[in-house]
């Protein structure tokens, strides 16, 4: 059978030839005689996975080492309660920087620790929305820390720009991480779930600037303490290990690819592909502004929106899959991370003109 | 290469033939053209590996339907603060078992969130340490439910009754679930990792009767709320959708196998195999009563400790693997969870005997 493009938002397509290499070695890894999945994560040849991973990683992001980088599970969801429970101190608020339905679902579970201020920094700019430069958003004096989500999924929503400030910046990474160069000295957290640019589901990458260890809630769950997770090197509780062998095998991947920069580039001309379809057609409308465009994940609708249910069950006799819009907010989503190859955007594109062309 | 005899403890041995299954499908899941790791935890595809999963347990278990079957992240030690947080109510205190060092670290987790009252059950019966009748557990009339590990996993310790109480008990059984029938209409809840006989790490199943919803503390993060993970059927972050996946495998495999009933029977004869090497030997010990004897984990000492690290060196080379004790206690520890054959505890067995001859 074809291999099919997969455009789905989370879980998400692996590259081929990582899937291939993984699936090789799945019964027997590296001559061991058993599983990757079957040996203990504290055994040599594990630990050996481990700081090999860790390595790649830091090359890749280029993390200065008063940086910490550790594996948590429950994914950003878990993170949006750790992050004010490790993070708050004696204060009792923090900036939530307001994007769209998952910086918002931080702000909301940041509730239960913190008075979160939540900034207000989407606004209509030519009849498309665009999110408000940084050096506009209204920032609090009190605040402990300033949280942001690089990449709204569902709205197609990145943001590019930090505002000057002394407070540490803690951002959702989910899914921009590794798409694009980011300068990690000037975050105090960045986290990742995995599903998208680092693997498979059941991993969260957090990556910790050093100064902010110390300072959880004594009711913060210990699986979820940054300070504990650096102390035991992430094996407080058994880590989800096969996700992480995978994170590793990604990362090598990246590497061979040429690194972030590389594949940025990549990703860059895959974006323009796609929004160049539906920006020179009648039959598409994708309503952000330029400045905020998603490099990661793009949604559109048809202006008939009729044909919506027609283009998708045509998509998938094409091996063009995972293109439903979220639930909340319905239309087309293509998300097209680092292992979505230039071909499948192409296909995605040729399809939506021919798609256009039968019923116009 | 010859294929291992892994006795770790977790991550630990998966059945060949669910090993070589998955491995098959790896890159192409039941010919969709997709792995089963690259595909949307709501897509129909995986929503059926969800529901035909379920079935399977709910069947191994006889689970009754008041009991709500749920997966959550962070294993068992997540749940040590999960179960305070989503049980107490508005009780200050839950009566802990102590039976060990897991036990022992779920209680001081709690300590958190109350005052748990731990319960001093460990004692030496003809020279031999077991666990007091549960009949004689000193239990507390104010504690909101009692909870237990129904084996430690580092001593080999197994509990097998429960106290008569109207109290919920809520057990850890990350290393005995499966592995022989259990009632499950006497727990409130019953949790446990997966790595040892649900498969690969990353996931922890969560068993709950529905009388104990609805009583979370209000700083419970959302990914640990059994409120939450019941109303989104545990998809309010995104699942570990593979280990998810393995563990269905692990359930139709069981069920092949002729259920927990005869799993039960397997697992006694394997550790009836073991124990008996030891105790016909005055080369090895285990100081374990036989009410208490574990059959899952099985530590034993050589009377010669100096002979440890030879005994160990040796057994790899004959493909005899992580037999290694675990750190706190040292020593020697075969796990011989579901997954281990007949044959395989033979080997060790037939590598024990030989070992003592040649070092006698």
Not at 53 to 70: F, G
Request: aromatic share 8%; with cysteine.
């Amino acid at each position: 059978m074809k291999k099919v493009c997969n455009f789905s938002a989370g879980p998400s397509m692996l590259p081929q030839k990582v899937l291939v290499s993984i699936q090789s070695k799945l019964a027997n890894w590296d001559g061991i005689g058993s599983s990757v999945m079957e040996i203990s994560h504290r055994s040599k040849e594990f630990l050996m996975i481990v700081s090999d991973a860790e390595k790649a990683l830091r090359t890749l992001l280029s993390i200065p080492d008063d940086y910490h980088v550790v594996y948590c599970q429950g994914g950003a969801r878990a993170q949006f309660a750790a992050v004010p429970m490790n993070l708050l101190g004696n204060n009792t608020s923090a900036d939530y920087i307001d994007t769209g339905f998952w910086a918002n679902s931080a702000a909301q579970e940041a509730k239960k620790y913190c008075t979160p201020n939540i900034v207000k920094v989407l606004a209509t700019v030519d009849g498309k929305r665009t999110v408000l430069p940084a050096k506009s958003w209204k920032l609090s004096s009190d605040a402990a820390y300033i949280h942001f989500c690089s990449n709204e999924t569902i709205d197609g929503i990145e943001i590019r720009d930090l505002p000057e400030t002394n407070k540490p910046i803690v951002a959702d990474m989910s899914s921009t991480i590794l798409s694009r160069p980011i300068d990690v000295s000037k975050y105090g957290v960045i986290y990742a779930s995995a599903q998208k640019n680092i693997g498979i589901a059941g991993i969260t990458l957090v990556i910790i600037h050093d100064d902010l260890l110390g300072k959880a809630k004594t009711f913060l769950p210990s699986v979820l303490n940054y300070t504990t997770l650096v102390d035991k090197k992430s094996m407080f509780n058994t880590p989800p290990t096969f996700s992480w062998y995978l994170a590793g095998e990604i990362y090598k991947w990246l590497l061979a690819q040429g690194g972030v920069e590389a594949i940025h580039m990549k990703n860059e001309k895959k974006a323009a592909l796609l929004y160049d379809c539906v920006d020179t057609s009648n039959f598409y409308l994708n309503n952000i502004h330029e400045t905020n465009r998603s490099l990661m994940n793009i949604p559109f609708q048809l202006t008939n929106s009729e044909l919506e249910s027609s283009f998708l069950v045509n998509a998938q006799a094409q091996y063009l899959v995972g293109l439903k819009g979220h639930r909340n907010v319905g239309g087309i989503r293509a998300s097209i991370y680092n292992a979505m190859l230039l071909e499948g955007v192409q296909s995605l594109v040729d399809y939506m003109k021919t798609f256009a062309k039968d019923h116009t």
